[in-house]
């Protein structure tokens, strides 16, 4: 049985920082993601790191801006965040699955979630 335990959110102003940690256990995992949700909007696919071979993908609205790694030592991913800003704000969700296919960025690919951690960017 996996689980997931996120932490690491917090609040910022607009251009600073933060890393989300997503401790994850019940390995292994074909590949981990980061989602988030605004109120009143969709989960939307972060992104992504595949277990196999280390490759990484991003939502078009985070690239060179949030960077996706791995500890595989302790069983961690990170989400370094990066020149944030105000729509950057959402409740931010660690996502793992066993299985293979499906649409990184879709939502229903996943069995796995975390509680999620609050990120709050002030401008």
């Known amino acids: 049985q996996g689980q997931l335990v996120e932490s690491g959110g917090g609040s910022v102003q607009a251009g600073g920082s933060l890393r989300l940690s997503c401790a994850a256990s019940g390995a292994p995992y074909r590949r981990l993601s980061w989602f988030r949700q605004a109120p009143g909007k969709e989960r939307e696919g972060v992104a992504v790191?595949?277990?196999?071979?280390?490759?990484?993908y991003y939502a078009d609205s985070v690239k060179g801006r949030f960077t996706i790694s791995q500890d595989i030592a302790k069983n961690t991913v990170y989400l370094q965040m990066n020149s944030l800003k105000p729509e950057d704000t959402a409740m931010y969700y660690c996502?793992?699955?066993?299985?293979?296919?499906?649409?990184?960025?879709?939502?229903?690919?996943?069995?796995?979630w975390g509680q999620g951690t609050q990120v709050t960017v002030s401008s």
């Open positions: 996502a793992a699955t066993a299985a293979f296919g499906g649409w990184w960025y879709s939502a229903e690919t996943y069995s796995y």
């Open positions: 790191l595949y277990t196999a071979d280390g490759s990484t």
